[in-house]
T-cell receptor
Framework: NAGVTQTPKFRVLKTGQSMTLLCAQD?????MYWYRQDPGMGLRLIHYSVGEGTTAKGEVPDGYNVSRLKKQNFLLGLESAAPSQTSVYFC?????????????FGQGTRLTVV | GEDVEQSLFLSVREGDSSVINCTYT??????LYWYKQEPGAGLQLLTYIFSNMDMKQDQRLTVLLNKKDKHLSLRIADTQTGDSAIYFCAESSYSSASKIIFGSGTRLSIRP
């Protein structure tokens, strides 16, 4: 059981380049989340999804887009990367929170924008 | 909006108890969580408590909730070197159960 898998694990981008981070979960979870982790700031929610075909903005959505075309995948896109987007990105998924609120996390993607 | 606050660092001697504190602002919080992050890894749920509870104990872990003061604590008894990690407090509510709000994390280091 793989759980939550993020690809890639590391990436270096030049300012202005674009990229897509992929998150895949095999637990049939409805909810999926993208967070960024910066020193001293904890995890900040970028975007989230409450089901296939739905997305919603979190605390810090600017500069990012997401898509949830399939239930098991949640993609995070950076259209024009900026140095301020240098961070560690975590994807998470959870079942219906009315039943179980535990969130399962991927291993993270370390992104550096130069 | 919702906010969760923690101190950034805690250092304890091996074998002592560690107490990590957290305050939150959302009075409608339903679930309060403690997650653990080891170096280079994602977060793993340690324990959680419903807002209608005052205390929850799970082996070496004790969670205390003071709902009036919106204060949550995690006590780790007999702290071991394997407990070195960053501990995150988090909360969610029925009204926004799709969002889990995290604190900044407390880095726990163990002295021999």
């Amino acid at each position: 059981n793989a759980g939550v898998t993020q690809t890639p694990k590391f990436r270096v981008l030049k300012t202005g380049q674009s990229m897509t981070l992929l998150c895949a979960q095999d637990m049939n979870h409805e909810y999926m989340y993208w967070y960024r982790q910066d020193p001293g700031m904890g995890l900040r929610l970028i975007h989230y999804s409450v089901g296939e075909g739905t997305t919603a903005k979190g605390e810090v959505p600017d500069g990012y887009n997401v898509s949830r075309l399939k239930k098991q995948n949640f993609l995070l896109g950076l259209e024009s990367a900026a140095p301020s987007q240098t961070s560690v990105y975590f994807c998470a998924s959870s079942p219906d929170p009315r039943v179980n609120t535990e969130a399962f996390f991927g291993q993270g993607t370390r992104l550096t924008v130069v | 909006g919702e906010d969760v606050e923690q101190s950034l660092f805690l250092s304890v001697r091996e074998g002592d108890s560690s107490v990590i504190n957290c305050t939150y602002t959302d009075s409608s919080s339903t679930y309060l969580y403690w997650y653990k992050q080891e170096p280079g890894a994602g977060l793993q749920l340690l324990t959680y408590i419903f807002s209608n509870m005052d205390m929850k104990q799970d082996q070496r872990l004790t969670v205390l909730l003071n709902k009036k003061d919106k204060h949550l604590s995690l006590r780790i008894a007999d702290t071991q070197t394997g407990d070195s990690a960053i501990y995150f407090c988090a909360e969610s509510s029925y009204s926004s159960a799709s969002k889990i709000i995290f604190g900044s994390g407390t880095r726990l280091s163990i002295r021999p």
